[in-house]
């Protein structure tokens, strides 16, 4: 397993080991000791939370303004472009935000530390997402950011598409007030 810091040090691009030949493809998709060896980070997850989506679907930005939850997040079927913005006001990358593609082809994760905003964009004709979490869903404290934040700028890749999202995210507030 390898874990690469991206713009936002706490964030990690996973790329496990996968052994592939004719017959197709094996690998762990999580492995305690190893993601600790390769992060440094001893987790313990809690919940494993699993969505199919069709094309141009876009979720989030979540996240939970008290028991926050840590991520590894993985596609495994079809392609997303996953984000995350940096929600803690101590943090030198605040209001900043990385974006990774993950999809089944990759088999990359991408740990999303506690107390950052999360989403994704559907490219493939579906997707499914799974993820494992450090906290259980808490949905009185979810909040939700506006994904099209003129003040985040975050390059969602529309090809000058409408993306499809959820009531509740359509209502998500300006990053200036989390």
Known sequence: MKAT???IADVLLI???VFGDARGFFYESF???DFA???GLDVNFVQDNHSKSARGVLRGLHYQAQKPQGKLVRV???EVFDVVVDIRPQSPTY???VGEHLSAGNQRQLWIPPGLAHGFLVLSESAEFLYKTTDYYAPEFERCLAWDDPHLKITWPLDGLLPVVSAKDAL???FAQP
């Open 5 to 7: 810091p991206t713009a």
């Open 172 to 174: 998500g507030h300006p």
């Open 95 to 97: 209001g900043k935000w």
């Open 76 to 78: 495994v079927s079809g």
């Open 31 to 33: 492995n305690a000791r």
């Open 15 to 17: 790329e496990p080991r």
């Open 37 to 39: 060896a390769a992060t």
